[in-house]
């Protein structure tokens, strides 16, 4: 019976999901020992510091070495080159799970799977949990708390390797639900991959724009475009890669976002009231769902409190 714990799990990536699944680990007691890697050795004295890990790892396959978890938590670029060096290293362990945590799943298993031994466990995955912050320093043990984490494992995966995966997720806070790659990256690509399209978009337009000065959109900026700015802040590595490797899917969530701006464009240029108050009233009634499935909080202006601000808070 899977009890979700392993005695040694090695994060390769100690940043934001990497910190944050070991403090949520140590939390409940998942592991008897977490060690890890990063790209650079300063990341990796940073999570020592901070008690992230028990060990540190000039390189991904010196942390592998015996480690019955393997979790690559590093940008969705680079995991198919790093599987490749452990393996080559002959460093995952006989009946070892090794998954990861990236944003998009097709590419992914395409990278990461040819590089997996016979007898290791390859069960991709992905919390859908994050803020826009990077680092060791940024992590927590709440993150997942009530959040979805999706596994899509291959036809033929090990069910106890899958079940036991499910059940550390589940110990980390999580929901589990498991799904197949592709349908992850559509799925991702209109709740997220476009959104964060969408935020980098109109705040770079807002920063070009010569008629409105700097000063002007940051002052005014609680009319809305304070949401899009944090979204904005995200790390621009994670989200090049996330693009790149999931372009069909981007692609054809935006071929419909176009379309629909399309008849909000319309309806604006021709007057049309109707039109506008039932699209935005269809919009107002998603959020509910979301609020009411406990994704969110229903407190004005996402909980935020007001501080002492000067300006009145205009969320419009
Ligand atoms: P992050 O805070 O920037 O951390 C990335 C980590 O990966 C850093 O420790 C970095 O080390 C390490 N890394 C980079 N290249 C590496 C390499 N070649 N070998 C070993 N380690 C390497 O990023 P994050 O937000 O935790 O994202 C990590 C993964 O989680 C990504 O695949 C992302 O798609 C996924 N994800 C992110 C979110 C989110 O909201 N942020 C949510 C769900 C899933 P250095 O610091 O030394 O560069």
């Not at 390769?12 to 050795?41: C, F, N, P, Q």
Request: aromatic letters at 6%; a negative charge; charged letters at 20%.
């Amino acid at each position: 019976m899977s009890d979700g714990r392993f005695e040694k799990i090695a994060l390769i990536g100690v940043g934001l999901i990497g910190s944050s699944i070991a403090h949520a680990a140590r939390r409940v007691g998942l592991a008897d020992r977490i060690v890890g890697s990063a790209r650079t050795e300063t990341t990796v004295q940073k999570a020592l510091q901070l008690g992230v890990i028990d060990e540190g790892f000039a390189s991904p396959a010196e942390a592998a070495n015996g480690a019955d978890l393997v979790m690559l938590c590093a940008p969705v670029g680079i995991c198919g080159a790093i599987a490749a060096e452990i393996n080559a290293a002959n460093a995952f362990r006989d009946g070892a799970i090794l998954t990861d945590v990236g944003s998009v799943k097709a590419a992914i298993v395409d990278d990461v799977a040819p590089h997996v031994p016979a007898g290791v466990h390859f069960v991709p995955g992905h919390p859908i949990a994050g803020t826009e912050q990077s680092g060791p320093e940024s992590g927590f043990a709440e993150l997942f708390d009530n959040r979805w984490c999706i596994l899509t494992p291959p036809t033929g995966c090990d069910p106890a390797a899958v079940s036991q995966l499910k059940v550390f997720w589940e110990k980390l806070g999580c929901f589990v639900q498991t799904m197949s790659p592709e349908h992850h990256d559509l799925v991702l690509a209109i709740t997220s991959h476009v959104p964060h399209l969408i935020a980098f978009n109109i705040v770079n337009t807002a920063a070009h724009l010569e008629r409105v000065t700097d000063q002007e959109v940051i002052k005014f900026s609680a009319g809305g475009f304070r949401d899009f700015t944090r979204i904005a802040a995200s790390d621009p590595t994670m989200w090049r890669d996330v693009f790149l490797n999931n372009k069909e899917a981007v692609l054809e969530m935006l071929g419909r976002f176009s379309e629909d701006l399309t008849a909000l464009q319309r309806a604006i240029r021709f007057g049309d009231g109707d039109t506008l108050y039932r699209l935005f009233s269809d919009a107002r009634m998603l959020r509910r769902g979301i609020v009411e499935a406990g994704q969110d909080t229903d407190a004005p202006d996402f909980g935020r409190r007001v501080t002492g601000a000067s300006e009145p808070n205009t969320d419009e």
